[in-house]
């Protein structure tokens, strides 16, 4: 069993080290005058740590808002540890967002993004360099932080956070297992359609 306050710390550790997300990030955290700690090495058991990281998750994506990225999302999740195998993790759906689905050809599936990107296409003309990047690492060993799941069950999960690491995995074949966090709720497919 996993609780909301280890996806809220898990969720801003990956945005941390996102190139999309991670500078403002550290702009919120110097304004509240909070250090980096707080996300690179959570204490879950102290309350005011988590409530600052639920305020930041608030302030950049909405968290607790239901707005942006978390327009819709239940209030109520089951969050749970698992571990996919590589025919799980391939039937992950990306998130409903123009780029996921652009880089998908229209699936949202992450084994479609990587046949393409091997192809050469670019969603938006975006560059496909950071997911190659990523991929070269895991095939150096490198193990990548939980992905955060999420679906009404486990039958048929999207991604809500590491779809780049879940790409990564896919251009390289899925050859490892893939740690996750798994939140459940009967109300998720409002989000995760």
């Not at 110097?30 to 930041?56: F, V, Y």
């Not at 195998?85 to 084994?111: C, F, I, K, M, Q």
Request: with cysteine.
């Amino acid at each position: 069993m996993s609780t909301e306050d280890e996806m809220v710390a898990c969720f801003l550790s990956g945005e941390l080290s996102s190139r999309r997300f991670g500078q403002n990030l550290r702009r919120r955290l110097a304004a509240t005058g909070q250090a980096e700690r707080l996300l690179t090495h959570p204490d879950l058991s102290e309350a005011g740590a988590n409530l600052a990281r639920r305020r930041l998750l608030a302030d950049t994506r909405g968290y607790g808002e239901n707005r942006d990225l978390f327009e819709n999302f239940p209030a109520r999740v089951r969050w749970s540890r698992a571990v996919l195998s590589a025919d799980e993790a391939a039937g992950v759906r990306y998130v409903d967002y123009s780029y996921w689905v652009e880089l998908s050809g229209g699936s949202r599936r992450p084994n479609d993004a990587a046949a393409r990107i091997k192809a050469g296409v670019r969603a938006f003309d975006v560059p496909n360099e950071p997911f190659v990047d990523a991929a070269r690492a895991l095939l150096g060993g490198e193990r990548f932080p939980a992905l955060i799941l999420v679906g009404e069950n486990r039958d048929d999960l999207v991604c809500l956070e590491g779809h780049l690491r879940l790409t990564a995995y896919a251009l390289v074949g899925f050859p490892v297992d893939v740690e996750c966090l798994i939140g459940t709720a009967p109300t998720m497919g409002r989000w995760a359609r």
